[in-house]
């Protein structure tokens, strides 16, 4: 069984940084594409940033150039470096792990398999 747990995020202002991080636990994990998702209330879960385990990157056009997403496979983490934040970026944030291989192109919440508990980003004017 895959456990995410996340830590990281909370308030800032616009223009500021944050990092988020999310250590995995569980046997494969590491053979897994992982991902950065964010959702606001009312509106459907989308995705921010991709990494395989070779190292393919994908982000959402609204982060990409202000967010990068890396990956530590001796930790079994996975981050997320936000930088110019703006107050449309607050929302809540997840890790997931794409066990079937689809979800680092798709970046579909649908193709992801396990899910870290979320940490909520606020970014104040």
């Known amino acids: 069984q895959v456990q995410l747990v996340q830590s990281g995020g909370g308030s800032v202002q616009a223009r500021g940084s944050l990092r988020l991080s999310c250590t995995a636990s569980g046997s494969s994990v590491y053979t897994y594409s992982m991902g950065w998702f964010r959702q606001t209330p009312g509106k459907q879960r989308e995705g921010v940033a991709t990494?395989?385990?070779?190292?393919?990157?994908r982000y959402a056009d609204s982060v990409a150039g202000r967010f990068t997403i890396s990956r530590d496979s001796a930790k079994m983490t996975l981050y997320l470096q936000m930088n110019v934040l703006k107050p449309e970026d607050s929302a809540q944030y997840y890790c997931?792990?794409?066990?079937?291989?689809?979800?680092?192109?798709?970046?579909?919440?649908?193709?992801?398999?396990?899910w870290g508990q979320g940490t909520q980003v606020t970014v104040s004017l």
């Open positions: 997931a792990a794409d066990r079937g291989g689809r979800g680092l192109w798709t970046m579909s919440p649908r193709d992801f398999t396990y």
């Open positions: 990494i395989s385990t070779t190292g393919d990157i």
